[in-house]
């Protein structure tokens, strides 16, 4: 198989061909650098790329295989990462100018999982600033390019994982979601991206934007990439105190049950920050409508009012944010872009009262939602209310204003609400916009229900195409 088609190959197939000797992990590799050379310039996907080291990992992966140790479903898959996971003394920037040269004391554990899989990392992802961003902008490394048009923006704070994984540079890559952060990239440059539920995955050995909403989880090219990647990196972990002890599925496993049967609730918003652009409310009306011709039971469903919820995890972000930042503000206020710092300084002047009655309020507000979900199994929505736009037209940092801003704000509009409830919700490309840009759907469940949305994910897959096209 040519170099090129093998890059157009999703992580599954490579791995399953890694293991069945049909091909070799160096020449997966191979096959991934030679892409990123051709769309590295394109895109600035990559803070770092370690060529070498992929090569030689690749080589002992081989030889692994040829011994007859394979060490997991993902062994000699090529990989790459956002720019905020530890590898201990290596450099960890967190997409920031004040961590060029910071190295990492330790691993993050989600790295050594994958390591223990035997995926070749490739190297590290660009990022939005400490993972302050919906849009991919970052003044310190220069904007990451939306693949499928240069001047589009590719999502955030992911922005690197989203384009690198579209573009075919990378089978698969981690993200992280504080309010959309894997699901709007993922919507933005046509993958799949899920942000499990809340403690499924190991946050330790990871930049910190806010401990009460981060979390982590896989940008993938297809549904099956996906699960069999959350499985892999989900479970336990001493390290994280948030760390659920909830044993993990075998998601991969799980994918073909169909959704004969399911009922799937169908929120399209029509007013308000959230309020859909016409084109995907019909792309997502579309998708719900390709779900009941093969057995899904849909029906309209209103979401609760998320204004309060919004503004309680606007509450928890700025708060933690600025917590864990202090000693840099007070001391190098300069080294942050402007439109970051201002948000995180904003957490100094909320009263410690409002702080707490947002964290007390999630019990709340998740009783609200799973009231909503009464009846249903899972809820459908878009990701993205409108088309994605222009790198200039969201520059907060060049261009500020109210118009910039309110675009720019409204990005997380139906993804923020999910992290402060801390459910699963799984992003999946369901179309594109007159321009040609991604449409992404979102799928969202109970807690810890992810086997379900990745079933889900897979049905509609199945009968659809969108996750197939490929940037030209």
């Known amino acids: 198989m040519k170099r090129d ?66 060490r997991g479903p993902l062994h000699g ?22 961590r060029r040269e910071w190295r990492a004391p330790v691993t993050a554990t989600v790295l050594q999982k994958l390591d223990a899989a035997g995926v070749v990392e490739l190297g590290f992802l660009n990022m939005a600033e400490f993972a302050a961003g919906p849009t991919g902008h ?13 001047t589009r923006v590719t999502g955030g704070s992911s922005s690197g994982s989203g384009s690198a994984v579209a573009a075919r540079m990378v089978y698969g890559a981690l993200g992280s979601d504080t309010g959309g952060s894997i699901r709007l990239p993922a919507a933005a440059c046509g993958v799949v991206g899920m942000k499990a539920t809340y403690g499924r995955v190991s946050r330790a050995g990871a930049v910190a934007r806010s401990w009460s909403l981060d979390h982590v989880g896989p940008l993938t090219r297809t549904v099956r990439d996906n ?53 995907i409310g019909a792309a ?27 503004r309680a995890a606007e509450v928890m ?24 710092r201002t948000r995180m300084e904003a957490g100094f002047f909320i009263p410690a009262t409002q702080y707490i009655d947002a964290l007390r309020l999630r019990a709340h507000f998740v009783a609200e939602f799973l009231a909503t979900m009464d009846g249903l199994d899972a809820v459908l929505l878009p990701a993205i209310p409108f088309p994605i736009p222009t790198i200039e037209e969201t520059d907060v940092e060049a261009k500020g204003g109210p ?42 469940g ?27």
């Open 5 to 70: 088609a093998l890059a157009l190959e999703d992580l599954s197939t490579i791995a399953d061909a890694i293991a069945a000797r049909r091909i070799s992990s160096v020449e997966a590799t191979e096959a991934c650098l030679a892409r990123i050379e051709s769309w590295q310039p394109r895109t600035n996907a990559f803070l770092r790329l370690h060529k070498d080291k992929a090569l030689t990992q690749a080589k002992t992966l081989d030889s692994e295989l040829a011994a007859g140790k394979r």
């Open 77 to 98: 898959v090529p990989m790459a990462h956002k720019d905020m996971y530890y590898r201990k003394g290596e450099i960890s920037t967190g997409g920031s100018g004040i």
């Open 138 to 150: 970052n003044v310190h490394h220069g904007h990451c390019r939306n693949p499928w048009d240069g």
């Open 227 to 279: 699960a069999r990647l959350l499985a892999v990196l989900a479970g336990h972990d001493a390290n994280d105190s948030t760390s659920s002890q909830k044993a993990v599925p075998d998601y991969e496993a799980l994918l073909d049950g169909g959704v004969s049967s399911l009922k799937i609730g169908l929120a399209l918003p029509d007013d308000g920050p959230a309020a859909l652009d016409a084109q």
């Open 284 to 310: 997502v009306q579309a998708a719900a409508d390709a779900l009941g011709r093969i057995g899904a039971k849909i029906s309209a469903v209103t979401l609760p009012d998320f204004t309060a919820l919004y």
């Open 317 to 340: 972000v700025k708060c933690e944010a600025a917590a864990m930042h202090r000693p840099w503000l007070e001391k190098q206020p300069e080294a942050y872009a402007n439109q970051v």
């Open 403 to 444: 118009a910039t801003l309110s675009m720019v704000g409204r990005f997380t509009g139906l993804t923020r609400p999910f992290n402060t409830l801390g459910v699963p919700a799984l992003s999946v490309p369901c179309g594109f916009d007159s321009n040609g840009l991604p449409i992404g759907l979102q799928l969202v």
């Open 446 to 472: 109970r807690p810890f229900d992810e086997a379900l949305l990745y079933r889900i994910g897979h049905a509609y897959q199945g009968v659809t195409d969108h996750h197939r096209r490929v940037p030209a």
